[in-house]
């Protein structure tokens, strides 16, 4: 069997689309015809992120073009949020990914 890497893009997109099963969220248009926007809402607040258009896969589960609009925040304003986030439901979020497979990326 052949091991692969994964990028850091690969990565991150796949813990936004872990983030995307648990949350409210949408896929969004976005100005830059290369990229998506996901959108996400939590208990902390909106957060989104720009997905390039061939990691899109990772989001196939969402519904698309709900006209919502997209927060506008610092990076280190989303990640303090994401910080709170864990805080706030951290242990959930532990337990549901034991008990569950979320097929990241179209594997199942």
Not at 33 to 38: D, L, N, P, R
Not at 67 to 74: A, E, K, L
């Given at each position: ?8 893009e690969?990565e991150r997109?796949?813990f936004i689309a872990?983030i ?12 830059e ?6 959108v996400?809402d939590?208990p902390v607040?909106?957060l ?8 899109k896969h990772?989001f196939?589960h969402?519904?698309?073009n709900m ?8 990076d ?9 986030l864990a805080k706030k439901?951290?242990g959930?979020v532990?337990?549901l ?9 179209g594997?199942k």
């Open positions: 069997m052949t091991s692969r890497y994964y990028t850091t690969e997109n796949s872990f995307t099963w648990i949350f409210p969220s949408s896929l969004e248009s976005s100005q015809k290369e990229y998506v926007t996901v996400v939590t607040g909106m989104s992120w720009y997905v390039p258009m061939e990691h990772y196939k969402l519904p698309e006209n919502r609009g997209t927060p506008v925040w610092t280190e304003e989303k990640y303090d949020l994401l910080i709170k439901v951290g959930i532990v337990a990914g034991m008990l569950s497979s979320f097929g990241f990326g594997d």
